[in-house]
């Protein structure tokens, strides 16, 4: 296999350095979950060099028995020493793209997904960035360890006295840190034992690698304070659900200019910007499936919460899909597009591939934006919430609109949507077969 041999001299120093003794080689199966396999230090040439075979086939929505065999290749790049097992036995962490037995990029490898988009944008002259932001509960655990929905806290938004998690907070930052994502803030969210911490705006590869360690590291750090750290959308009714309010902006690839700047537009937007939230509006439907992907997601995606519901734009407005964030004067590298509807459940390489590819097909296909909904979209008139379009009430209803979305099914490639959408309805079918306790509650002492 190829590899750039100065990268291979620096990981080697650092293993000498920090006495590596061993290395975890992740990679993501199709719903995002973090897999992987541990290999001696002394297998890091090999694993380099050759590549680590295992079995796909027992991995969600790889390859079927007959064609399951596979290997890992490191993307050295990613190296990094897991600051929290320095004390025995010091281990690191590698990401790795999965391969084929011919040697060809694994189809259903999400990370392999989100290459290919970007390849797609670059043809077409453009590096995509991305911004996501992770919102966050920290829940206290039971007498037997196991989590439950229990606040740690019950404080607010940016507040001191009551915030209980500063401490982690900082014990979370300083492991990002040591693993090579730069972190901006840092700060109690809305919700009672919500939180969220973001990290530095970026190429999109480089951010969904951040955000799949994020995940990892704060369950980590949560679980060595006693706590345990949910991305789960929606885990309390009454309060406010995490999102992954996400960042993106399109840099020209020949200047290094962003193309999303116009200084002469009202929003400071260029015509292809407001190509791009044409495409992401045209094709929000059909992408929620991929960026709100539980049964969960769409209990946080309901009016009075913070979370989008219509399909709009706006610039100040919050109830608002896609939001225009103000930029500080003389920084038009700034200018950028937040959309509202991914939450923390998601696999960033798929939600990131299925939203550049929306947005390019708006500059591919010139649209046009409706007019921004400048006012609180949760709060107009009957009339007026008629004429504006929604995102799906369900996943059952989300993966309808997948089926019929044949922007965000390339996006995806024939093996992922193919296999995505089957465990995404079997998801569905055990959610909607099942008899909850408000049903028994509700119904049984009656009927």
């Given amino acids: 296999m190829t590899y750039d041999p100065a990268e291979f001299e620096r990981v080697e120093a650092l293993i000498r350095e920090a006495n590596v003794q061993f290395i975890n080689l992740q990679f993501s199966d199709i719903v995002g979950i973090v897999k992987q396999v541990t290999i001696p230090a002394r297998q890091?040439?090999?694993?380099?060099?050759?590549?680590?075979?295992?079995?796909?086939?027992?991995?969600?929505?790889?390859?079927?028995?007959?064609?399951?065999?596979?290997?890992?290749?490191?993307?050295?790049?990613?190296?990094?020493?897991?600051?929290?097992?320095?004390?025995n036995l010091v281990t690191a962490?590698?990401?790795?793209?999965?391969?084929?037995?011919?040697?060809?990029?694994f189809q259903g490898d999400p990370r392999h997904v989100l290459k290919r988009a970007l390849a797609a944008a670059e043809e077409l002259g453009y590096v995509y960035n991305t911004g996501p932001e992770l919102e966050f509960f920290l829940f206290r655990r039971d007498e037997n360890g196991l989590p439950r929905p229990k606040?740690?806290?019950?404080?607010?938004?940016?507040?001191?006295?009551?915030?209980?998690?500063?401490?982690v907070r900082r014990q979370m930052?300083?492991?990002l840190q040591a693993l090579g994502i730069a972190v901006e803030a840092s700060h109690h969210e809305v919700a009672i034992g919500q939180h969220e911490i973001d990290f530095h705006y970026g190429p999109a590869l480089q951010?969904?690698?951040?955000?799949?360690?994020?995940?990892?590291?704060?369950?980590?750090?949560?679980?060595?304070?006693?706590?345990?750290?949910?991305?789960?959308?929606?885990?309390?009714?009454?309060?406010?659900?995490?999102?992954?309010?996400?960042?993106q902006s399109l840099m020209r690839v020949d200047t290094g200019?962003?193309?999303?700047?116009?200084?002469?537009?009202?929003?400071?937007?260029?015509?292809?910007?407001?190509?791009?939230?044409?495409?992401?509006?045209?094709?929000?439907?059909?992408?929620?499936?991929?960026?709100?992907?539980?049964?969960?997601?769409?209990?946080?995606?309901v009016p009075g919460y913070e979370a989008p519901v219509y399909i709009s734009w706006a610039r100040i407005n919050r109830s608002a899909l896609i939001r225009v964030p103000q930029i500080s004067p003389g920084c038009p590298e700034a200018t950028r597009l937040e959309l509202r509807c991914p939450d923390p459940s998601c696999n960033p390489y798929l939600a990131f591939a299925v939203m550049l590819h929306a947005g390019l097909d708006g500059i591919r296909r010139g649209l046009v934006p409706p007019d921004p909904a400048?006012?609180?979209?949760?709060?107009?008139?009957?009339?007026?919430?008629?004429?504006?379009?929604?995102?799906?009430?369900?996943?059952?209803?989300?993966?309808?609109?997948?089926?019929?979305?044949?922007?965000?099914?390339?996006?995806?490639?024939?093996?992922?949507?193919?296999?995505?959408?089957?465990?995404?309805?079997?998801?569905?079918?055990?959610?909607?077969?099942?008899?909850?306790?408000?049903?028994?509650?509700?119904?049984?002492?009656?009927?």
């Fill in 44 to 87: 890091w040439p090999q694993a380099v060099q050759h590549g680590i075979w295992f079995d796909g086939s027992s991995v969600e929505g790889f390859a079927r028995i007959a064609e399951s065999d596979m290997f890992l290749k490191p993307d050295l790049s990613t190296f990094a020493v897991i600051p929290w097992e320095r004390e």
């Fill in 93 to 105: 962490r590698v990401i790795c793209d999965v391969y084929t037995p011919q040697g060809e990029p």
């Fill in 151 to 167: 606040p740690h806290d019950h404080a607010g938004y940016f507040d001191v006295s009551t915030d209980l998690a500063h401490d």
């Fill in 173 to 175: 930052v300083e492991a």
């Fill in 207 to 247: 951010a969904a690698d951040n955000a799949v360690t994020f995940r990892i590291v704060l369950k980590a750090i949560a679980q060595r304070n006693g706590l345990f750290a949910s991305f789960m959308p929606k885990p309390i009714a009454g309060i406010n659900g995490s999102g992954m309010h996400t960042h």
């Fill in 257 to 301: 200019e962003n193309a999303f700047y116009d200084g002469d537009d009202a929003y400071g937007l260029s015509q292809l910007a407001r190509q791009f939230i044409a495409g992401q509006l045209a094709h929000a439907r059909g992408m929620a499936a991929v960026i709100a992907p539980l049964v969960n997601s769409y209990k946080r995606l």
């Fill in 374 to 447: 400048e006012e609180d979209l949760y709060h107009v008139d009957e009339a007026g919430r008629s004429a504006l379009a929604t995102l799906p009430g369900s996943l059952g209803e989300a993966l309808e609109e997948l089926k019929r979305d044949e922007v965000v099914q390339a996006a995806l490639g024939p093996h992922v949507y193919h296999r995505y959408l089957l465990a995404k309805t079997q998801e569905w079918d055990e959610y909607r077969l099942s008899v909850s306790q408000w049903e028994l509650d509700r119904y049984l002492p009656i009927y």
